[in-house]
């Protein structure tokens, strides 16, 4: 069982960033995770996901090379630095973790989410 709770979004001009963190209380350092998002009028989708070690990653391709994903097993804390942000990353971004895939189906736990809004 693991407990998630996200962190760090806001409002943020195009071109800027932002650093979302994702606090987990439980068994963190044993699971795979995974951020996803959700825009309005959209179904939920892939962010970006790791495994539980860090070592590996994965991203979707709207988001790769601007994203970056990581975890601090010892904080039981991952996060995602978005840079260069554009106006269609706005969305709720959710943390999840237990999955090792880009289906959110593939993960039990999820946080509450935190909005990011991205102006143009």
């Known amino acids: 069982q693991v407990q998630l709770v996200e962190s760090g979004g806001g409002l943020v001009s195009a071109g800027g960033s932002l650093r979302l963190s994702c606090a987990a209380g439980?068994?963190?350092?044993?699971?795979?995770m995974g951020w996803f998002r959700q825009a309005p009028g959209k179904e939920r989708e892939f962010v970006a996901g790791?495994?539980?070690?860090?070592?590996?990653?994965g991203y979707a391709d709207s988001v790769k090379g601007r994203f970056t994903i990581s975890r601090d097993n010892a904080k039981n804390t991952m996060y995602l630095q978005m840079n260069s942000l554009k106006p269609e990353d706005t969305a709720v971004y959710y943390c999840a973790a237990g999955g090792i895939t880009n289906r959110q189906n593939d993960y039990p736990y999820w946080g509450q989410g935190t909005q990011v809004t991205v102006s143009s």
């Open positions: 439980g068994a963190f350092s044993s699971y795979a």
């Open positions: 790791i495994s539980w070690t860090g070592g590996m990653t």
